[in-house]
């Protein structure tokens, strides 16, 4: 009998460790968990399990996770469940380093704040300041900003400011800091409050962010879920070495090969994204360019036509290889190697997310293996592509 009793009570051990976790059992309201089963997101990321009960317990947290592990509910549910209990206009701050990060978490915030009336506002640059100054001056509850537009908002608008601000968010703060905007930061974290909530998201932790991370914090906690610089188990990594004249050549034959795929080729300059997309027009493929030298209302236009699958190219300067969310790409390919060998990493985190699988093509040419070696030395993963 004692026996029985014994397995009886180790069974329901073994039950209580199988318990999954679920955003309801992370301290998240049922409104919203509603929210995340609409989006799909049937069980936190890592990221999310071990940063949203700290969040939610009122905490700092400085979040340092690999690309596309969930970073955005990570720090919005925290958000939008502290907004439920104090309902207040101009109530977080999400900065960013590019534009189609901004529009990205906008969505994801008003898509998880539907049922709760959340209004967003993007402030970023290539869009009319007027128009911009208008949304800001109907107070919306999350502003989504890249740093040089709204320090042009702070400085030029009247009537706006940021004092009642009560959240802080620095998405990809490594790359805000890479991008120069060290002074707009500065000029931003003197006008708002310092009694605030700030979170620091981050792939990679830099002496930069160490530095930002000492000037904007208060007793944070670290949440890391990855070793220093890695790619995700499920991509498969592969290089050709070739001449660089044959690149176009082999490019080509690529997309032959893996025809039925949706791609992104990255090019390391703006000419050479047009250039690369006008060729591939040319043969009949459908490719669409997204570089910094094209209007914002263009960038979005090729970011929707790739995302709803009516181009399957999509190319590319490194204004893509961050957090953009595109959970269909099957292949990246290299066609310039980075000049950063950290860049790779994001590069190739615009596939295999979620759990999925991708590939990642890199093409080495005879001026490229000085920095092939360092992607190499960073992630020892390669296999030659046949």
Not at 11 to 25: G, H, I, Q, R, Y
Not at 35 to 42: S, T
Not at 95 to 101: G, I, S, V
Not at 128 to 137: I, S
Request: proline share 4%.
């Amino acid at each position: 009998m004692e026996e029985e009793e014994a397995i009886a009570s180790s069974n329901v051990e073994e039950d209580a460790e199988e318990t999954p976790v679920t955003f309801k059992s992370l301290g998240i309201v049922d409104v919203l968990c509603e929210a995340c089963e609409q989006l799909k997101w049937k069980v936190p990321t890592q990221i999310q399990k071990e940063s949203l009960p700290i969040a939610l317990d009122g905490k700092d947290v400085i979040g340092l996770a690999e690309t596309g592990s969930g970073k955005t509910g990570s720090f919005a549910l925290p958000i939008l469940q502290a907004l439920l209990d104090t309902p207040q206009r101009m109530f977080a701050l999400v900065l960013t380093p590019t534009r189609e990060l901004a529009f990205q978490i906008s969505e994801q915030f008003e898509a998880l704040g539907a049922s709760i009336g959340v209004k967003t506002a993007v402030v970023v640059g290539g869009i009319d300041m007027m128009t911009q100054a208008l949304v800001l001056a109907k107070k919306p509850h999350v502003i989504i900003a890249t740093p040089g537009r709204l320090v042009d908002h702070l400085e030029n608008t009247k009537g706006f400011n940021l004092r009642n601000l009560k959240f802080l968010v620095m998405d990809e703060a490594d790359r805000i800091l890479n991008m120069d905007f060290e002074q707009e930061v500065d000029k931003i974290l003197k006008v708002i409050p310092r009694e605030r909530n700030t979170y620091l998201y981050s792939a990679t932790m830099t002496k930069k962010v160490q530095k930002l991370q000492r000037a904007s914090l208060r007793n944070p906690v670290k949440v890391e879920v990855s070793t220093k610089y890695q790619t995700v188990e499920k991509l498969q990594q592969s290089y050709i070495f070739l001449p660089v004249k044959y690149k176009d050549v082999y490019l080509v034959y690529i997309l032959n090969e893996l025809a039925g795929n949706s791609f992104i080729i990255f090019c390391s300059t703006c000419a050479n994204t047009q250039r690369v997309a006008l060729m591939l027009r040319n043969l009949g493929l459908t490719a669409v360019p997204l570089h910094g030298q094209m209007s914002q209302t263009k960038r979005l236009g090729a970011l929707n036509k790739f995302k709803s699958k009516n181009r399957s190219i999509l190319i590319a300067t490194d204004v893509a290889s961050r957090g953009l969310d595109i959970p269909h790409v099957d292949v990246v390919i290299n066609l310039d190697i980075p000049t950063h060998s950290k860049d790779y990493i994001h590069r190739v985190g615009r596939t295999a997310r979620a759990g999925r699988s991708g590939k990642a093509v890199t093409f080495v040419s005879q001026y490229d293996v000085e920095l092939y070696k360092r992607i190499e030395h960073l992630t020892p993963m390669f296999a030659l592509f046949v």
